[in-house]
């Protein structure tokens, strides 16, 4: 299936840990993005890559690295997780920025306790 | 920066009213998208529009773009339970190529 895929579903974990979130699409878009989307479904933009290049850091702490090994996939770690990371994160993909549709994986439920 | 307004915030209808959205902006918009996202779902492209004054239909769904861009809304005619949801516009924030700023979308909730 074409898709943009993501995973972890859900992650639950304690203050201080460090996780990932892996995703790939496999629709040959060029653009990939991280979207938060928090308890009020507010969607805020994270980060934009273009061809394995970052292109938009939205003003993000430094303790979310994304990594994008090649234009398929990106990845995005987290260190010492804080109460207010909790959240839905959201892998999006397009083909070219974002004149064209974005395509959404289907969300990473974060909960730190 | 720039970001469009998106009103109502919350909307609950019974079956087979009318349901509007409405999205402003300050600035001139060079497109807007809809999204509709299911409870417990991800966003989902619903449409782009790019003129002026561009009227699309989809069904019971008429997207607006108003004649200045600075304005759009969603019209969904005779509402189902299925059209549950949360509604949200995007734009482009101000012409970068890589950047979709969202609106804070509307809840519609239908009551059969």
């Known amino acids: 299936d074409t898709a943009v895929s993501q995973t972890p579903k859900y992650l639950v974990t304690q203050m201080g840990n460090d996780k990932s979130i892996k995703c790939e699409q496999n629709?040959?878009?060029?653009?990939m993005y991280w979207y938060k989307q928090d308890s009020k479904k507010f969607l805020k933009i994270m980060f934009s890559y273009n061809n394995k290049e970052l292109i938009i850091n939205e003003t993000v702490p430094n303790r979310f690295s994304p990594k994008s090994p090649d234009k398929a996939h990106l990845n995005l770690h987290i260190n010492s997780l804080e109460l207010g990371d909790s959240a839905v994160y959201f892998c999006a993909s397009s083909q070219q920025g974002v004149s064209s549709p974005l395509h959404f994986g289907n969300g990473t439920r974060l909960t730190v306790t | 920066g720039q970001q469009v307004m998106q009103i109502p915030q919350y909307q609950h209808v019974q079956e087979g009213e009318d349901f509007t959205t409405y999205c402003n902006s300050s600035?001139?918009?060079?497109?807007i998208q809809w999204y509709k996202q299911r409870p417990g779902g991800h966003p989902v492209f619903l449409i782009q529009?790019?003129?002026?004054?561009e009227v699309k239909k989809q069904k019971r769904l008429t997207f607006q773009f108003g004649e200045a861009k600075k304005n759009s809304s969603l019209h969904i005619t005779a509402t189902q339970t299925t059209d549950v949801g949360t509604y949200f516009c995007?734009?482009?924030?101000?012409?970068?190529?890589?950047?979709?700023?969202f609106g804070k979308g509307t809840l519609l909730t239908v009551n059969p």
């Open positions: 629709l040959g878009h060029d653009t």
């Open positions: 600035t001139t918009l060079s497109n």
């Open positions: 995007a734009e482009d924030s101000g012409g970068s190529n890589y950047k979709l700023t």
């Open positions: 529009l790019v003129k002026s004054g």
